[in-house]
């Protein structure tokens, strides 16, 4: 059963950092191009940041450039989001999806294959 699974998430003051990971179950990890999203309560879920599956490229949103960082390991099948700088505005629950081949701008469009539950980040004032 293709499985996609979040971890990281928690709480942390602004100005603090979190290292989200995610890993897949049931899948060609090295096949698939990774993104995360986000979303906070009341409003839709909006893209982060995604790299291909190739690791040639990598995309963020305005909002989280210059502090976010994505990174695959294809020999430990993970995907990680190192969050820098966090802000009250970056509070949301963030999944994180997986698109067969996926690679390049279509990668900041919610189109995937297979998304996990969420993790929680919580960013105080």
């Known amino acids: 059963q293709e499985q996609v699974i979040e971890s990281g998430g928690g709480l942390v003051q602004a100005g603090g950092s979190l290292n989200l990971s995610c890993t897949t179950s049931?899948?060609?990890?090295?096949?698939?191009?990774m993104g995360w999203f986000r979303q906070a309560p009341g409003k839709e879920r909006e893209f982060v940041a995604a790299?291909?599956?190739?690791?040639?490229?990598?995309y963020y949103s305005d909002s989280v450039k210059d502090r976010f960082t994505i990174s695959r390991d294809n020999d430990k099948e993970t995907v990680s989001l190192q969050m820098n700088s966090l802000k009250p505005s970056d509070t949301a629950l963030y999944y994180c999806?997986?698109?067969?081949?996926?690679?390049?701008?279509?990668?900041?469009?919610?189109?995937?294959?297979?998304w996990g539950q969420g993790t929680q980040v919580t960013v105080s004032s």
């Open positions: 790299i291909g599956w190739g690791e040639s490229n990598s």
């Open positions: 999806a997986a698109e067969h081949g996926g690679t390049g701008p279509r990668l900041m469009t919610p189109n995937y294959d297979y």
């Open positions: 049931g899948l060609t990890f090295s096949t698939y191009g």
